[in-house]
């Protein structure tokens, strides 16, 4: 086993905190219904969106479409292509989740200044921005 850096060690706590359920929807579920947005993409492009295989996705679509969150269709009648969607209620349930879990990180943040939420976002920024420039520059 190796020993962790400090860094990793703290990731690695703040997702232990950051996990459980927001309202009906579990964390993994709440980070595949966020990416959905408004451009209904495909199994595949939310697989690479969350890091996870696309079988993966399918089961949480699975689930989350038996709960009737989100709907699957073939535009444009090609069964190869299939997109997804959120429904109304899907997005009634997202709406609270988020509620949820930005009060989860306002709890965990109270006893920072606004300056250290600023330093700690800007930080957070450019770690995400990094890791979505290595990604791009690896599938290029």
């Known amino acids: 086993m190796t020993k962790e850096t400090p860094i990793v060690e703290v990731l690695i706590t703040l997702q232990d905190a950051l996990g459980g ?3 009906d929807l579990s964390r ?16 595949s492009e939310l697989a690479e969106r969350l890091n996870i295989s696309s079988s993966g996705v399918t089961q949480m679509l699975d689930k989350l479409a038996s709960r009737r969150f989100i709907t699957r269709y073939s535009p444009d009648k090609d069964q190869r292509v299939v997109r997804v969607s959120i429904t109304d209620r899907g997005g009634d349930v997202l709406g609270l989740a988020i509620e949820q879990f930005e009060q ?11 300056a250290d939420k600023r330093t700690l976002t800007e930080l957070l920024q450019r770690m995400t921005q990094e890791f979505a420039g290595r990604k791009r520059r690896t599938l290029s």
């Open 28 to 43: 993994p579920q709440l980070r595949l219904m966020m990416k959905l947005g408004h451009t209904d993409p495909t199994v």
């Open 21 to 23: 359920q927001y309202g």
């Open 104 to 114: 989860r990180v306002l709890e965990m943040t109270k006893t920072f200044s606004d």
